[in-house]
Protein backbone atom coordinates (compact mmCIF):
# COMPACT_ATOMS: atom_id res chain seq x y z
CA UNK A 1 0.00 0.00 0.00
CA UNK A 2 1.38 3.40 -0.85
CA UNK A 3 0.22 4.74 2.75
CA UNK A 4 3.56 3.07 4.22
CA UNK A 5 5.90 4.44 1.70
CA UNK A 6 8.41 7.07 3.29
CA UNK A 7 8.05 10.37 2.83
CA UNK A 8 10.55 11.63 -0.16
CA UNK A 9 11.72 14.59 0.88
CA UNK A 10 14.00 15.45 -2.95
CA UNK A 11 10.40 14.97 -4.76
CA UNK A 12 8.44 17.24 -2.14
CA UNK A 13 11.34 20.06 -2.48
CA UNK A 14 10.98 19.30 -6.26
CA UNK A 15 7.49 19.55 -6.41
CA UNK A 16 6.87 22.55 -3.70
CA UNK A 17 9.78 24.95 -4.01
CA UNK A 18 10.98 27.40 -6.89
CA UNK A 19 10.76 30.94 -8.72
CA UNK A 20 7.39 32.28 -7.34
CA UNK A 21 6.96 29.41 -5.08
CA UNK A 22 4.85 30.35 -1.88
CA UNK A 23 7.19 27.59 -0.03
CA UNK A 24 11.13 28.34 0.52
CA UNK A 25 12.06 25.71 2.73
CA UNK A 26 10.44 22.31 2.97
CA UNK A 27 12.39 20.01 6.38
CA UNK A 28 11.32 16.34 6.73
CA UNK A 29 12.24 14.73 9.53
CA UNK A 30 12.39 11.21 10.83
CA UNK A 31 10.50 11.96 14.83
CA UNK A 32 9.63 14.52 16.50
CA UNK A 33 7.50 15.43 19.75
CA UNK A 34 5.25 18.58 18.18
CA UNK A 35 6.11 19.88 14.44
CA UNK A 36 4.00 22.93 15.30
CA UNK A 37 5.95 23.42 18.53
CA UNK A 38 9.15 23.12 16.48
CA UNK A 39 8.31 25.58 13.71
CA UNK A 40 6.89 27.91 16.49
CA UNK A 41 10.70 28.25 17.92
CA UNK A 42 11.91 28.40 14.07
CA UNK A 43 9.51 31.05 13.12
CA UNK A 44 10.86 33.05 16.78
CA UNK A 45 14.04 32.81 15.40
CA UNK A 46 13.20 34.21 11.90
CA UNK A 47 12.29 31.52 10.06
CA UNK A 48 11.12 32.86 6.75
CA UNK A 49 7.46 32.86 5.55
CA UNK A 50 7.11 29.45 3.29
CA UNK A 51 9.02 27.67 5.28
CA UNK A 52 7.07 23.64 6.09
CA UNK A 53 8.49 20.99 8.45
CA UNK A 54 7.27 17.84 8.21
CA UNK A 55 7.54 14.62 10.45
CA UNK A 56 7.72 10.70 9.67
CA UNK A 57 6.36 10.37 13.11
CA UNK A 58 5.07 12.93 15.71
CA UNK A 59 4.74 11.10 19.86
CA UNK A 60 3.25 14.64 20.90
CA UNK A 61 0.89 15.96 19.00
CA UNK A 62 -1.06 18.71 19.87
CA UNK A 63 -4.47 20.07 18.95
CA UNK A 64 -7.19 22.49 19.94
CA UNK A 65 -7.49 22.78 23.52
CA UNK A 66 -3.97 21.24 24.21
CA UNK A 67 -5.28 18.02 23.79
CA UNK A 68 -2.96 15.47 22.16
CA UNK A 69 -2.73 12.75 19.97
CA UNK A 70 -0.87 9.94 18.51
CA UNK A 71 -0.71 8.10 15.47
CA UNK A 72 1.96 4.91 14.88
CA UNK A 73 4.93 5.98 12.62
CA UNK A 74 3.96 5.70 8.65
CA UNK A 75 0.26 6.35 9.15
CA UNK A 76 -0.54 9.47 8.66
CA UNK A 77 0.53 13.18 7.74
CA UNK A 78 2.11 15.42 10.43
CA UNK A 79 3.12 18.82 8.61
CA UNK A 80 2.94 22.51 9.92
CA UNK A 81 3.58 25.71 7.78
CA UNK A 82 4.69 29.10 8.62
CA UNK A 83 3.34 31.74 6.94
CA UNK A 84 3.86 35.75 7.50
CA UNK A 85 0.65 37.54 6.23
CA UNK A 86 0.83 41.47 6.14
CA UNK A 87 -2.88 41.46 6.38
CA UNK A 88 -5.04 43.03 9.19
CA UNK A 89 -4.80 40.73 12.06
CA UNK A 90 -8.74 40.41 12.06
CA UNK A 91 -8.20 38.32 8.87
CA UNK A 92 -6.20 36.35 10.15
CA UNK A 93 -9.09 34.11 11.45
CA UNK A 94 -9.27 32.66 8.30
CA UNK A 95 -6.20 30.64 7.78
CA UNK A 96 -7.23 27.55 9.89
CA UNK A 97 -10.92 27.96 7.61
CA UNK A 98 -8.89 28.22 3.90
CA UNK A 99 -6.15 25.25 5.23
CA UNK A 100 -9.31 23.59 5.93
CA UNK A 101 -10.51 24.03 1.98
CA UNK A 102 -7.21 23.21 0.75
CA UNK A 103 -7.71 19.52 2.57
CA UNK A 104 -10.72 18.49 1.77
CA UNK A 105 -10.74 19.82 -1.71
CA UNK A 106 -7.33 17.65 -1.62
CA UNK A 107 -9.00 14.70 -0.51
CA UNK A 108 -11.44 15.08 -3.31
CA UNK A 109 -9.39 15.26 -5.57
CA UNK A 110 -6.23 12.75 -5.02
CA UNK A 111 -8.20 10.12 -3.04
CA UNK A 112 -11.46 10.64 -4.67
CA UNK A 113 -13.30 10.42 -0.97
CA UNK A 114 -16.42 12.66 -0.03
CA UNK A 115 -14.41 15.35 2.44
CA UNK A 116 -16.59 17.87 4.03
CA UNK A 117 -15.50 20.57 6.54
CA UNK A 118 -16.94 20.77 10.15
CA UNK A 119 -16.43 24.15 11.28
CA UNK A 120 -13.90 25.45 12.41
CA UNK A 121 -10.79 22.90 12.08
CA UNK A 122 -11.76 19.84 11.37
CA UNK A 123 -12.38 17.19 8.00
CA UNK A 124 -14.97 14.91 7.95
CA UNK A 125 -15.36 11.46 5.35
CA UNK A 126 -18.72 10.44 6.15
CA UNK A 127 -19.17 11.94 9.09
CA UNK A 128 -15.83 10.92 11.05
CA UNK A 129 -12.73 12.86 11.47
CA UNK A 130 -9.89 12.20 9.11
CA UNK A 131 -8.14 15.68 9.73
CA UNK A 132 -7.73 18.07 12.28
CA UNK A 133 -5.73 21.74 11.93
CA UNK A 134 -4.53 23.67 14.62
CA UNK A 135 -3.12 27.27 14.18
CA UNK A 136 -0.98 29.56 16.07
CA UNK A 137 0.19 33.14 15.96
CA UNK A 138 3.57 33.55 17.07
CA UNK A 139 5.41 36.36 17.88
CA UNK A 140 9.26 37.12 16.38
CA UNK A 141 11.71 37.26 19.40
CA UNK A 142 13.56 40.13 18.46
CA UNK A 143 10.61 42.01 16.82
CA UNK A 144 12.26 42.41 13.65
CA UNK A 145 10.29 40.08 11.63
CA UNK A 146 6.53 40.19 11.00
CA UNK A 147 4.51 38.18 13.15
CA UNK A 148 3.89 34.73 11.65
CA UNK A 149 1.50 31.80 11.68
CA UNK A 150 2.06 28.21 12.58
CA UNK A 151 -0.52 26.10 10.98
CA UNK A 152 -0.55 22.26 11.65
CA UNK A 153 -2.16 19.56 9.74
CA UNK A 154 -2.50 16.16 10.79
CA UNK A 155 -4.13 13.87 8.47
CA UNK A 156 -4.85 9.88 8.76
CA UNK A 157 -4.04 8.10 5.70
CA UNK A 158 -3.00 4.70 7.32
CA UNK A 159 -4.61 4.02 10.46
CA UNK A 160 -6.45 0.62 10.47
CA UNK A 161 -9.63 0.44 12.81
CA UNK A 162 -7.63 -1.01 15.46
CA UNK A 163 -5.09 2.22 15.32
CA UNK A 164 -7.22 5.23 15.46
CA UNK A 165 -7.05 7.35 18.53
CA UNK A 166 -11.05 7.66 19.17
CA UNK A 167 -14.33 6.05 17.34
CA UNK A 168 -15.51 8.95 15.76
CA UNK A 169 -11.88 9.39 13.52
CA UNK A 170 -11.38 7.30 10.32
CA UNK A 171 -8.47 6.94 7.44
CA UNK A 172 -8.10 6.89 4.07
CA UNK A 173 -7.93 3.01 4.42
CA UNK A 174 -10.57 2.49 5.72
CA UNK A 175 -12.52 3.90 2.85
CA UNK A 176 -13.39 1.03 0.30
CA UNK A 177 -13.68 3.73 -2.42
CA UNK A 178 -10.39 5.95 -1.60
CA UNK A 179 -8.40 5.88 -4.41
CA UNK A 180 -4.61 5.09 -3.08
CA UNK A 181 -2.40 7.90 -3.00
CA UNK A 182 1.62 7.95 -0.74
CA UNK A 183 1.23 10.78 1.62
CA UNK A 184 4.41 12.76 -0.56
CA UNK A 185 1.70 12.69 -3.47
CA UNK A 186 -1.02 14.14 -0.46
CA UNK A 187 1.17 16.55 0.78
CA UNK A 188 1.89 18.28 -2.54
CA UNK A 189 -1.45 18.12 -3.67
CA UNK A 190 -2.55 19.70 0.15
CA UNK A 191 0.43 22.66 0.11
CA UNK A 192 -0.23 23.15 -3.67
CA UNK A 193 -3.67 23.68 -3.10
CA UNK A 194 -3.33 25.85 0.61
CA UNK A 195 -0.80 28.07 -1.63
CA UNK A 196 -3.33 28.75 -4.28
CA UNK A 197 -6.36 29.43 -1.32
CA UNK A 198 -3.45 31.85 0.34
CA UNK A 199 -2.85 33.85 -2.46
CA UNK A 200 -5.94 34.56 -2.93
CA UNK A 201 -6.76 35.79 0.67
CA UNK A 202 -3.99 37.91 0.72
CA UNK A 203 -4.61 39.95 -2.20
CA UNK A 204 -8.11 40.48 -1.40
CA UNK A 205 -9.83 42.92 0.82
CA UNK A 206 -13.47 41.15 0.42
CA UNK A 207 -13.32 37.88 1.87
CA UNK A 208 -16.82 37.37 0.32
CA UNK A 209 -16.02 34.15 -2.28
CA UNK A 210 -14.15 32.57 0.60
CA UNK A 211 -17.06 32.61 2.84
CA UNK A 212 -18.69 31.07 -0.57
CA UNK A 213 -16.56 28.40 -0.57
CA UNK A 214 -16.15 27.14 2.70
CA UNK A 215 -20.04 27.04 2.90
CA UNK A 216 -19.74 24.98 -0.30
CA UNK A 217 -18.04 22.28 1.50
CA UNK A 218 -18.65 22.70 4.96
CA UNK A 219 -21.33 20.23 6.82
CA UNK A 220 -21.91 22.17 9.56
CA UNK A 221 -24.55 24.59 8.32
CA UNK A 222 -27.77 23.38 8.29
CA UNK A 223 -27.29 21.05 10.63
CA UNK A 224 -28.52 20.83 14.76
CA UNK A 225 -25.11 21.92 16.58
CA UNK A 226 -24.43 22.35 20.24
CA UNK A 227 -21.73 25.02 20.55
CA UNK A 228 -19.07 24.45 23.86
CA UNK A 229 -17.60 26.70 24.96
CA UNK A 230 -14.99 26.59 27.73
CA UNK A 231 -15.98 28.43 30.77
CA UNK A 232 -20.02 29.22 29.87
CA UNK A 233 -23.11 27.05 29.07
CA UNK A 234 -23.62 25.51 25.98
CA UNK A 235 -25.14 26.78 23.41
CA UNK A 236 -27.87 24.87 21.07
CA UNK A 237 -29.46 25.51 18.05
CA UNK A 238 -29.62 25.34 13.91
CA UNK A 239 -25.81 26.39 12.01
CA UNK A 240 -27.28 28.80 9.88
CA UNK A 241 -24.08 30.22 7.91
CA UNK A 242 -20.46 31.31 7.96
CA UNK A 243 -20.15 35.27 7.69
CA UNK A 244 -17.41 36.74 5.46
CA UNK A 245 -15.14 36.97 8.86
CA UNK A 246 -15.12 32.57 9.08
CA UNK A 247 -17.38 33.05 11.89
CA UNK A 248 -20.54 30.72 12.24
CA UNK A 249 -23.90 31.87 12.87
CA UNK A 250 -26.66 29.63 14.95
CA UNK A 251 -29.98 30.50 15.42
CA UNK A 252 -31.12 29.42 18.80
CA UNK A 253 -34.31 29.68 20.81
CA UNK A 254 -33.08 33.37 22.03
CA UNK A 255 -32.23 34.27 18.83
CA UNK A 256 -28.84 34.31 16.67
CA UNK A 257 -25.69 34.18 18.10
CA UNK A 258 -21.85 34.47 16.26
CA UNK A 259 -19.30 32.32 17.28
CA UNK A 260 -15.62 33.09 16.21
CA UNK A 261 -14.46 29.86 18.11
CA UNK A 262 -15.59 27.02 19.93
CA UNK A 263 -16.41 22.86 20.13
CA UNK A 264 -18.73 22.35 17.85
CA UNK A 265 -21.06 18.80 18.05
CA UNK A 266 -22.98 17.93 15.22
CA UNK A 267 -26.55 16.58 16.78
CA UNK A 268 -28.97 13.67 14.60
Not at 50 to 56: N, P
Not at 75 to 104: D, F, H, K, Q, Y
Not at 145 to 159: A, D, M, S
Not at 221 to 248: F, H, K, N, Q, S
Amino acid sequence: MPYEEPLDAVELRAALTGLGSLWRDVQVIAETGSTNSDLAEQARAGAPSGTVLIAEHQTAARGRLGRSWTAPPGTAIALSLLVRPEVPAGRWTWLPLLTGIAVSESLRRAAKVPADLKWPNDVLVRDRKISGILAERVEPAGGAETPGCVIGVGLNLGLTEDQLPVPTATSLRLQPDAAPVSRTTMIITVLTAFALLYAEWRDSADDTALAAAYLARCGTVGRRVRVILPGAEDVVGEAEAIDTDGRLVVRTGSGRRTFGAGDIVHLR
